[in-house]
């Protein structure tokens, strides 16, 4: 049978560190963090479904190095992780601007 995974909805400081390593290792042409979290903040505004398989390319750019399937699933996991936190930031924001998706910038500091 297959594993079930829970995540937990909110994308943590300590998740956007593993996710620029992963982006990082990935190669010279992958998004940094920062972009990654306007790209996907774009895309989830669009009217219809972005498929992860459409817009993956332009994330990791010509470059792709998934040794290992663990890796990749790691990096999805994150990568949809950062999805969902956007999505529901932004939906939460139209009901409350305090609580708005607050994006991911490198001057920020992932570490702290």
């Known amino acids: 049978m297959g594993e079930k995974v829970i995540m937990s909805k909110k994308f943590t400081k300590k998740d956007g560190a593993k996710l620029e390593k992963k982006l990082c290792a990935v190669g010279e042409h992958a998004m940094c963090l920062s972009e990654l979290d306007g790209f996907l903040s774009a895309l989830t505004c669009c009217p219809e479904t972005i ?39 932004l939906r939460k924001s139209l ?14 500091g992932i570490d702290g």
């Open 95 to 108: 009901e409350n601007v305090e609580s708005c998706h607050k994006p991911f910038y490198i001057d920020e």
């Open 51 to 89: 498929r992860i398989s459409e817009y993956l390319p332009y994330v990791h750019g010509d470059d792709h190095d998934f040794t290992n399937e663990e890796n990749l699933k790691d990096f999805l996991e994150l990568l949809i992780k950062l999805w969902n936190s956007i999505s529901d930031g």
